[in-house]
């Protein structure tokens, strides 16, 4: 069974930044994809960002283009999620989540069903 631990949340100011992290139990973490999610109150859960098992390959939600940068020490098995220029629409509980393969085709990246592996989750409050 992985587990995935979430850290690295908070409350910033807007315009702030934080770097989450995800650290997961297994080895096994290098050889699969990865990806972010956020949740917030009242809304359903939506893609943020994602990885390839080796880091050549990231995907981002239009939202967050250009502000956040997902990346993955797989000597460490930890992903990360740089969140620059916050703004109180990023406020939301944060999950990262571990794909079924090594990449994604098409646009499955964005689908939850695409991910095995979940989070708990780490609080991300942007005050304005």
């Known amino acids: 069974q992985v587990q995935l631990v979430e850290s690295g949340g908070g409350l910033v100011q807007a315009g702030g930044s934080l770097r989450l992290s995800c650290a997961a139990s297994?080895?096994?973490?290098?050889?699969?994809?990865m990806g972010w999610f956020r949740q917030a109150p009242g809304k359903e859960r939506e893609f943020v960002a994602a990885?390839?098992?080796?880091?050549?390959?990231?995907w981002y939600a239009d939202s967050v283009e250009g502000r956040f940068t997902v990346s993955r020490d797989n000597a460490k098995t930890t992903m990360y999620l740089q969140m620059n220029s916050l703004s109180p629409e990023d406020t939301a509980v944060y999950y990262c989540?571990?794909?079924?393969?090594?990449?994604?085709?098409?646009?499955?990246?964005?689908?939850?069903?695409?991910?095995?592996?979940w989070g708990q989750g780490t609080q991300v409050t942007v005050s304005s």
């Open positions: 297994e080895r096994t973490f290098r050889t699969y994809a």
């Open positions: 990885i390839s098992w080796s880091g050549g390959t990231t």
């Open positions: 989540a571990q794909g079924e393969r090594g990449t994604f085709y098409g646009g499955s990246y964005s689908y939850p069903d695409e991910y095995h592996y």
